[in-house]
């Protein structure tokens, strides 16, 4: 089913798709908010920019984005896949408790902001270009894959990455040797049981957006984890 989202906010919308016989498409969608929230068990494809919190509270819904997503997506998201296929803006996968994220392009500020992970539920997000500053701040669990795609001698994070980090991965395909951690994190070259770890999100990427998964996994990757089980102290507290 097509559904034409122009003049429409984003209630209307979403009740549009809970009424859908089958998957929807929507078309002329142009930064509506809070498109599929806390939806489960349909597919979505968007066609257009979605605004901010796009799958915000996604319950198992699967939504494609044909173009660029702006920020906050997939804020605190249960379960699920979001697949966009442009850019995104700040804090994606804000508080995301589970499902993945991937990103063909770029993401902004603050990508995997207080990320988190519970008994079987480990979020992931995969982003095939750069971030920018504070890549997993506060990140308390789950796995982060930045690939750095198409970089043109760009880093492949912003200034911050890790700040606050008490859980979870990091890994960048890069040596590193260009960024800073903060004292907080710790940071050691990828290992074959590393890459393991990660081979089926990076398989995922390139089936959705047409890489070369083993020219990706045959680059150096550089994993970050926390390195103080109380890494504000080290923020926070003269030493």
Known sequence: MTINTEGLEFRQINEAILKADGNVTLTGCLGQRFICAGMSDVLVTVEGTPGNALGAYLNGADIT???NAQDAVGDTMNSGIIAVHGNIGDAAGYAMRGGCIYVKGNAG???GIHMKAYKEKVPV???G???GSFLGEY???GVIVVLGLEAAGRRIVGNFPGTGMHGGKMFLRSDCRDIVFPKQVSTRPASAGDLEEIERYVAEYCRLFGAEEAELMASPFTV???DSSNPYKQLYVAN
């Open 125 to 127: 997000m995969v982003i």
């Open 109 to 111: 500020y603050r990508a």
């Open 65 to 67: 984005v044909l173009g």
């Open 224 to 226: 970050v984890t926390p």
């Open 129 to 131: 270009g750069c971030t």
């Open 139 to 141: 990140q308390a669990g």
